[in-house]
């Protein structure tokens, strides 16, 4: 779940980390209002969504008089912004964050990243933050220095202070550093999160070092344990599709292609969509309907995957061991009648109960085509998903 920048400032002000202050507003008069008591001659009034890029797409305004910051609110609200982490559609701003504007000396970055080969939390920083970091750090990985973390011991202020030093701070600014580090490490840890990303992680003019830009995602698998932070959810800025998919209790992911997939596990997914891409297709999304699946819960999934309209074809994938072969089958013909099936569906079932379920799908009466092994089911959906652009 990932949170807005007003959000994650919030939170990581709790533990220490240094923010400039700042209100979030939802209309121009309440942004007006906002840089009236934050008080300052100039202001930042930032897009709240869930991508970066906001500075270079326009979403990041600079403001010097209250009316100025009206008008910037104005602007950004209500539209959509489209940054390179969007895609095409972009998202739409329903609120943005008002700061006093902070000059800014250096631009440095930090992040704390789940190192999943270490399996450990990687504490990343550069000397050279801002737009362009990603770019950086791809020509010179040796600029972004790390910190692995035993997690017995957390994050030690020794390690912090290594970071803070390889940054270049100097005096207070190591002190400080070092505190901001430590209290993101403790945040990360006992909040649950997955990413929390500062850049810039800026030093003023006047030799302070502040978080400008916050970018903070919790655990999806860990939200039965922090109820609090389940409040935090904008479902305005997520798939229509996932927090769908969520609410009933499956795994959607959409993609760019043209191949509908339902499987059942994170392992057959990932073999389905290489298959697909092995024939030349591209999956349009994923849908994993999990184990012990009901007829109810397969045709729930059918009907998430088959209202995308980029869908030209569909493959399910079952290996089915908790799950039932029949149950499968059942699903997949009531979801077929009920939503008025009208692209080529092609079903690989194996495991329990499959002579029962090819024999429901081969007596429904329904168009499908079923396959004995994953490569030919792959191979079918892409000639048909084809034939379905061609034609």
Not at 88 to 108: M, Q, T, W
Not at 174 to 195: E, K, M, P, V
Not at 236 to 256: C, F, K, N, P, W
Request: negative net charge.
């Amino acid at each position: 779940m990932d949170l807005h920048e007003y959000q994650a400032k919030e939170l990581l002000a709790r533990f220490g980390v240094p923010v400039p202050l700042g209100q979030v507003a939802s209309t121009e008069e309440e942004a007006r209002q906002a840089a009236e008591q934050l008080g300052g001659e100039r202001w930042v009034v930032k897009a709240q969504i869930h991508a970066g890029g906001r500075g270079k797409a326009g979403g990041i305004l600079t403001a010097s008089t209250h009316d100025e910051v009206a008008q910037a609110a104005g602007r950004l609200l209500g539209n959509r912004l489209v940054t390179l982490q969007t895609g095409p559609g972009g998202k739409v701003v329903s609120r943005v964050y008002i700061e006093p504007a902070v000059a800014v000396a250096r631009e440095l970055y930090a992040a704390f990243v789940l190192d999943r080969a270490a399996e450990r939390v990687c504490v990343m920083a550069s000397s050279s933050g801002g737009t362009e970091v990603e770019d950086r750090a791809h020509d010179d990985p040796g600029a972004l220095r790390k910190e692995v973390v035993e997690p017995a011991v957390g994050l030690q202020a020794f390690q912090a202070r290594e970071l803070a030093f390889g940054l270049g701070l100097r005096g207070a600014q190591i002190r400080t550093a070092t505190q901001t580090l430590l209290g993101a490490y403790r945040a990360f840890r006992d909040l649950d999160a997955t990413l929390i990303e500062f850049n810039p992680l800026a030093v003023t003019e006047a030799g302070d070092v502040v978080v400008l830009d916050a970018k903070m995602s919790i655990d999806d698998n860990a939200l039965f344990r922090q109820p609090a932070l389940r409040e935090l959810r904008d479902a305005t800025q997520e798939d229509a599709r996932e927090t769908e998919a969520v609410r009933h209790g499956l795994s959607y992911i959409g993609l760019d292609g043209s191949i509908g997939c339902i499987v059942n596990g994170a392992g057959l997914a990932m073999a389905t969509m290489d298959l697909i891409k092995h024939a030349g297709g591209e999956p349009a999304n994923f849908l994993d309907i999990g184990g012990g699946a009901s007829p109810e819960r397969v045709a729930t999934a059918f009907t998430l995957v088959v209202s995308d309209p980029q869908v030209k074809a569909v493959l399910v994938n079952i290996f089915a061991g908790i799950n039932r072969c029949d149950w499968v089958a059942t699903g997949i013909v009531e979801a077929a009648r009920k939503v008025g099936l009208n692209v080529p569906l092609v079903v690989r079932l194996a495991g329990t109960h499959v002579e029962e379920g090819r024999r429901i799908l081969k007596e429904s009466g329904i168009a499908v085509e079923v396959a004995a092994e994953l490569a030919e089911a792959a191979s079918l959906v892409v000639t048909a998903a084809g034939a379905a652009v061609a034609g």
